[in-house]
């Protein structure tokens, strides 16, 4: 055995010597290609892992930003029916202050009424005391003289058929005292059944979720109307008139149809009557959003 390496030359290499060389070799060559292919697959399933992770990230952001987007939109609609909410409340609350009023009205127009029947009634009395001390008066005068007795009788009987005329008189004015009363239980009975009436047309159904919503302003400043509009891609409201308005509306309605959800907003001191309010929220309701083309 020699210590020294094999020279490789062909010249120095005999048939027996080649072949053992060059398999060892074709066997360093192999098992580096083997050792490389190994590194090579670790680092890929290396690259893959992380890959994987960053898609995994990738939906996990994805999923986060569709959640947050679904909450706003949550949060808008519940505003916009938080808004018309307080909207119809603060009608119910007008319109219960203007019936307030007119009771109040009618109600003193009949305490003045009893007022004077009662007047009328003490006006009665008086003349029946006086009548009474006439009567006390011409009997004693009977005693005196059968034709004063006479004279007294028929003045006895005229005053009796006044009195009588007065008692008809009262019982009249209570006949109307009781019209009277009907008629204020009637009222309340009609503001009753308007409420129930006004109460079916706010149903619960109503929502603005998946609808396009727009916004309304109507108030009274200075004796004049005011009316400002919102579409649902602006920020804020834009002062525009009735015409205008329905312009937009009838756009907005051909382009969205039965998704047309629209928000009349009230103010507090709107400077509107009830009437004022009911019907301009009515009509623009009516025509325009999706709840009442159904």
Do not use: C
Not at 29 to 34: D, N, T
Not at 104 to 121: P, R
Not at 264 to 289: H, N, R
Request: glycine share 2%; aromatic share 8%.
């Amino acid at each position: 055995m020699h210590d020294e390496f094999i020279d490789l030359r062909r010249a120095n290499l005999s048939s027996d010597s080649f072949w053992p060389s060059f398999t060892d070799i074709m066997t360093v060559v192999v098992m580096i290609f083997l050792i490389t292919s190994s590194l090579l697959m670790v680092r890929n399933w290396e690259l893959i892992e992380q890959l994987r992770k960053s898609m995994v990230a990738e939906e996990i952001a994805t999923q986060q930003i569709l959640n947050t987007s679904e909450e706003n939109a949550t949060l808008e609609e519940q505003l916009a029916q938080a808004q018309h909410e307080i909207s119809m409340l603060r009608m119910q609350m007008m319109h219960a202050s203007e019936q307030n009023s007119r009771l109040a009205n009618t109600l003193e127009d009949k305490e003045k009424q009893v007022i004077v029947v009662l007047s009328e009634n003490q006006q009665l009395q008086n003349e029946i005391a006086e009548n009474t001390q006439k009567i006390v008066l011409l009997t004693s005068q009977l005693e005196n003289s059968s034709t004063d007795l006479a004279a007294l009788r028929t003045n006895f009987i005229e005053q009796g058929e006044e009195l009588k005329t007065t008692r008809d008189q009262i019982i009249i004015l209570r006949q109307q005292q009781e019209t009277r009363t009907r008629e204020l239980a009637s009222l309340q009975d009609d503001f009753g059944s308007l409420k129930v009436k006004y109460d079916k047309l706010i149903k619960p159904a109503r929502t603005a979720k998946g609808k396009y919503v727009v916004s309304v302003f109507h108030e009274r400043k200075n004796d004049k109307t005011v009316i400002r509009f919102k579409d649902a891609n602006d920020k804020d409201y834009t002062t525009v008139g009735e015409k205008d308005l329905y312009k937009r509306l009838d756009a907005l309605k051909k382009k969205h149809g039965k998704s047309l959800y629209v928000k009349i907003v009230i103010p507090e001191k709107s400077g509107l009557t009830y009437s004022e309010a009911w019907e301009f929220m009515k009509k623009i309701l009516e025509k325009y959003d999706y709840y009442y083309q159904q």
